[in-house]
T-cell receptor
Framework: DTAVSQTPKYLVTQMGNDKSIKCEQN?????MYWYKQDSKKFLKIMFSYNNKELIINETVPNRFSPKSPDKAHLNLHINSLELGDSAVYFC????????????FGDGTRLSIL | AQSVTQLGSHVSVSEGALVLLRCNYS??????LFWYVQYPNQGLQLLLK??????LVKGINGFEAEFKKSETSFHLTKPSAHMSDAAEYFC????????????????FGQGTILTVHP
């Protein structure tokens, strides 16, 4: 029973397109995150939501817009995709903000042609 | 600003041998420190964490790590490697002084791939 699930697993698209990545967790956690892992394996926080409220918003282009319809879901929409957006995007969750991300999804590998 | 350096992008050990994965950090405030493990094509899992208190912390799967402030290190060890330990390991640091958002703003190292030989 998958704890944090992301869809799609792979996303190949052209520059300029708009795409979304969905994330759902069934752990009952109330905090969710989006991380970006670049080609050198560096992981960097993008956003964090706690009970549907944005609590971390790092320096990310406005083309990236997270949406949390409820505390079990955190989706990521990306407009006007650029070559530099190619990366693996990980969703994660934790209970409250008094602890680190505990569970990560398997990642979405985004490739921009 | 914080940073994490993991010494050695690849570590290879024999089954049953000691595992030692090195992590050094830089932080201007008392840090929170973490180790994560990532199996192929999977997301990261939290292995163990240090926040305050005892400097030797134990995690899952027999791993442990010791926070050494004087050496700014948080090395991960396991007395006896098992084939199932083969994975990539990430050390991470967060700023304890950032309140409730501390934990999400993790700074990760580049990872160390552990290979275990029979």
């Amino acid at each position: 029973d998958t704890a944090v699930s992301q869809t799609p697993k792979y996303l190949v698209t052209q520059m300029g397109n708009d795409k979304s990545i969905k994330c759902e967790q069934n752990l009952g956690h109330d905090t969710m995150y989006w991380y970006k892992q670049d080609s050198k394996k560096f992981l960097k926080i993008m956003f964090s939501y706690n009970n549907k409220e944005l609590i971390i918003n790092e320096t990310v282009p406005n083309r990236f817009s997270p949406k949390s319809p409820d505390k079990a879901h955190l989706n990521l929409h990306i407009n006007s995709l650029e070559l530099g957006d190619s990366a693996v995007y990980f969703c994660a969750s934790s209970q409250g903000t008094a602890g680190p991300p505990q569970h990560f999804g398997d990642g979405t590998r985004l490739s921009i042609l | 600003a914080q940073s994490v350096t993991q010494l050695g992008s690849h570590v290879s050990v024999s089954e049953g041998a000691l595992v030692l994965l090195r992590c050094n950090y830089s932080s201007s405030v008392p840090p929170y420190l973490f180790w994560y493990v990532q199996y192929p094509n999977q997301g990261l899992q939290l292995l163990l964490k240090y926040t305050t208190g005892a400097t030797l912390v134990k995690g899952i799967n027999g791993f442990e790590a010791e926070f050494k402030k004087s050496e700014t290190s948080f090395h991960l060890t396991k007395p006896s490697a098992h084939m199932s330990d083969a994975a990539e390991y990430f050390c991470a640091v967060s700023d304890s002084g950032a309140g409730g958002t501390s934990y999400g703003k993790l700074t990760f190292g580049q990872g160390t791939i552990l290979t275990v030989h029979p």
